[in-house]
């Protein structure tokens, strides 16, 4: 069974920095693309950033500049690396990726990131 397991979320100051990772159990199972998601507290989940089967990457524009996805094959893990945090970024952040091998959706458990003033 295909699980994403989120890591990396925690407690920072505005300015500092977080990467984020979304690893696919299993050594069988290969990310093709996905994305990041994040939900503050009384809001709509959001998207934060995608990358395609391709590499290609998509983000918010409150996260240009600042965020960057990237994926490691080898490792089956998807990153989200975060630079200059603030308190707007606080949120439960998830992943979501399409597995090879499935060819199906999975969301990870969500991970929380809070940033300080």
């Known amino acids: 069974q295909v699980q994403l397991v989120e890591s990396g979320g925690g407690w920072v100051q505005a300015g500092g920095s977080l990467r984020l990772s979304c690893a696919a159990s299993?050594?069988?199972?290969?990310?093709?693309?996905g994305g990041w998601y994040r939900q503050a507290p009384g809001k709509q989940r959001e998207l934060v950033a995608t990358?395609?089967?391709?590499?290609?990457?998509n983000y918010a524009d409150s996260v240009k500049g600042r965020f960057t996805i990237s994926r490691d094959n080898a490792k089956n893990t998807m990153y989200l690396q975060m630079n200059s945090l603030t308190p707007e970024d606080t949120a439960v952040y998830y992943c979501?990726?399409?597995?090879?091998?499935?060819?199906?959706?999975?969301w990870g458990q969500g991970t929380q990131v809070a940033v300080s003033s």
């Open positions: 299993g050594s069988t199972f290969s990310v093709i693309a």
């Open positions: 990358i395609s089967s391709g590499g290609s990457t």
């Open positions: 979501n990726a399409v597995i090879k091998q499935t060819l199906r959706t999975y």
